[in-house]
């Protein structure tokens, strides 16, 4: 408990061949005469994210969590068909992160939001997901799906369970080192330097982005993933690409967001 679930088993992208792996038949609802299925299930207390025309990044909301699955069908279903029941209580779905048009990847389950169009041709490959209260400690959490004047239930798998009423881990910045200046072209290099001040093991996870205004696309995000125990620290370095970063000599901003966040402004120079 404290560690956040693995990832799914069965991978978006399919198996090696190209031919993806059809859902298990313990997964599927028939839910107003359509076929639904809800796989893969997990609970992370915060989740990355990868989008079209953007970057992607973190998502890691002080005190909140998030539940992700896979779904799916050939029905044509809506955000708001889906919620998470607890305890007496219900959330509605969202699809968490905003630094691009359109996300396609979260948590690692890829496809897009259930409702919006899919991301690689695949019209049934969707996820869901919905964001909680960190912890949450409640009696038969599970997927629910109102479609075609019936409904359909998805327990969530012990692990997730226990994921959700476990406390969620906290980080402190200690340091991000990055020069006063580059050389448009050569290397950045990074380094971030984070610890765990909770008693809870945890994945510290933060982006680090970086301007690429010479090119159609939001800032660059620079992913650092590391499991870290309860008070121990973590170093990460990184090297980045400064060719598209601007048009002409300026300051810009690298910033880093997720567990930590920080500003450095650096002189872009020739």
Known sequence: PGNDTD???DSPQGSPSGTETP?????ERSVGG???????????????????????????????QFVVASVRTDADLEMAAFSLAAGGESWGAVDPGDHGAHNYSLAGHEGGIV??????????????AFELDSPLDSEDPRIVLEHG?????WALPDEAVETLAAPSPSFELDSLTVPDSVQQGEPLDVELTATNTSDTDGRFLAAVYWPTHLIADDDESNLIEESVAAGESTTASLSLDTEYTASEES???LRVEGYVSAEQEITVEG
Do not use: C, F, H, I
């Open 115 to 128: 409702g919006e169009p899919a991301a690689g041709g695949n019209e049934s490959k969707r996820y869901v």
């Open 23 to 27: 859902p298990p038949e313990s997964a």
């Open 149 to 153: 004047g019936e409904s359909g239930e």
């Open 34 to 64: 359509s076929t639904v299925a809800v796989t893969d299930v997990v609970a992370e207390k915060a989740v990355t994210y990868e989008s079209l025309m953007g970057s992607g990044g973190v998502v890691a909301p002080e005190g909140r």
């Open 251 to 253: 300051p810009v901003t």
């Open 7 to 9: 990832s799914p088993t």
